[in-house]
């Protein structure tokens, strides 16, 4: 058994407090400039303060999801036929953002709703994709890969098996819209995505190539670096999951967790999703689907989002 929060100790200044949390989910907000003031974070480190604690406060959980809850409305309120495919992305980002927060109250049942939530709503711009010409204005910030990943995060986080193969399903026939700044981001997120279709098709070699071949290139801007090694060790954790290596899952499972905590008790700030790595419940839950064990536990694991098999 292998717990990473008593293994890694880094020092406050390792990370800049303005560095870019390392999750699909923080990108996508920064990305469609989603991250106002009040969406990222609500509760400021107090001056001088080092490394974060490992759990937030009841208030601050309280204020987190009255927050999430006014996006989700207003953004909910605005859903008609023919608004642009980010309307749907922010509402299903602002469900994620619920579910997050509930399971930080441990109301398992509650977060497994928001996220379905989340993937219903996100997937909804993967079929005006498809409906749409590529050169519509109005898709100028459509779907890109990293969300499409994202979706799958949440389904498999909240075990719905179901959503996760409708997601993939839908993905390799959806024209998606790559912009200059995050291709290495969409191309690794994109041979994530490519290797679980293949698996769930069943064709595992494939799957393993497309990866062995998406974790060649490296991002030229250092500002993406956590983002891509938290994609990269979500690839080793599947890779783990083709070969039934379970070392191999381990050590992906155990980086995407550094890279975490890297970021999470050392930016210096508070949010939702600093407590929970999403991505690191997702690939436990689909490693259990596929004969694996669990052997990483950790506070960014909740035990209570973990889909046992049985």
Do not use: K
Request: charged residues 15%.
């Amino acid at each position: 058994m292998v717990s990473l929060s008593s293994a890694f100790v880094f020092p406050s200044a390792a990370v800049q407090a303005g560095d870019p949390s390392p999750s699909l989910s923080a990108w996508m907000r920064s990305a469609l400039s989603l991250d106002g003031a009040g969406s990222m974070s609500s509760a400021a480190s107090p001056e001088g303060a080092g490394i974060l604690r490992l759990s937030p406060t009841l208030s601050q959980l309280t204020q987190w999801l009255r927050q999430a809850q006014q996006r989700l409305i207003r953004h909910r309120a605005a859903l008609e036929p023919g608004v642009p495919e980010v309307l749907y992305v922010a509402t299903s980002l602002d469900a994620e953002t619920l579910g997050t927060g509930f399971a930080l109250m441990g109301d398992w049942e509650m977060a497994r709703c928001y996220w379905q939530r989340a993937c219903q709503y996100g997937l909804q711009p993967l079929r005006m994709a498809q409906e749409r010409p590529d050169d519509d204005p109005v898709l100028i910030q459509g779907t890109t890969a990293c969300d499409v990943l994202r979706l799958v995060v949440c389904a498999l986080a909240a075990g719905d098996r179901d959503l996760q193969e409708e997601i993939l399903q839908q993905y390799p026939t959806c024209p998606l819209r790559l912009t200059r700044q995050v291709l290495v981001l969409d191309g690794m997120a994109d041979s994530i995505l490519q290797a679980m279709a293949a698996c769930l098709a069943g064709y595992a070699d494939i799957a393993r190539q497309v990866l062995q071949l998406g974790m060649g290139q490296l991002p030229e801007d250092p500002a993406l670096s956590g983002w891509y090694q938290g994609l990269v060790n979500m690839a080793w954790a599947l890779l783990g999951i083709l070969n039934q290596d379970q070392d191999t899952f381990n050590a992906g499972l155990m980086g995407q967790l550094a890279v975490h905590y890297q970021w999470a008790l050392c930016s210096g700030r508070e949010m939702e999703e600093t407590y929970i790595c999403l991505s690191a419940v997702a690939m436990v839950n689909l490693g259990l689907q596929c004969g694996l064990e669990q052997q990483v536990f950790d506070l960014l694991i909740p035990q209570g989002l973990i889909c046992q098999t049985g």
